[in-house]
């Protein structure tokens, strides 16, 4: 069975810094990229930043030079670095971290930015 912690969440003001990691346990296997998604309240689910095995890294234009993904693969953990943060960068974010024919998602870390 594998799974997937989120952490790190938390309040923060703007213009302030936050590092999420997702950790996965269990039966890791294969080539997989993980991602970081948000989810803000009234809004869909939608991909924030992705990494493969080989460490190339995607972004989402509205977070692009200020977060930063990584991933130590020895720990199974996958980070999000996340600078300058704004207000509308307040969601629940999520890992999803596929295995195999399967994805499996954290529970979630709330970051929420306010002043």
């Known amino acids: 069975q594998v799974q997937v912690v989120e952490s790190g969440g938390g309040l923060v003001h703007p213009g302030g810094s936050l590092r999420l990691s997702c950790a996965a346990s269990?039966?890791?296997?294969?080539?997989?990229?993980v991602g970081w998604y948000r989810q803000a309240p009234g809004k869909q689910r939608e991909l924030v930043a992705s990494i493969t095995s080989g460490g190339a890294t995607n972004y989402a234009d509205t977070v692009l030079g200020r977060f930063t993904i990584s991933r130590d693969i020895y720990k199974k953990t996958v980070y999000l670095q996340m600078n300058s943060l704004k207000p509308e960068d307040t969601a629940v974010y999520y890992c999803n971290w596929p295995v195999g024919t399967r994805a499996y998602w954290g529970q979630g870390t709330q970051v929420t930015v306010s002043s």
């Open positions: 269990g039966r890791i296997f294969g080539v997989n990229t």
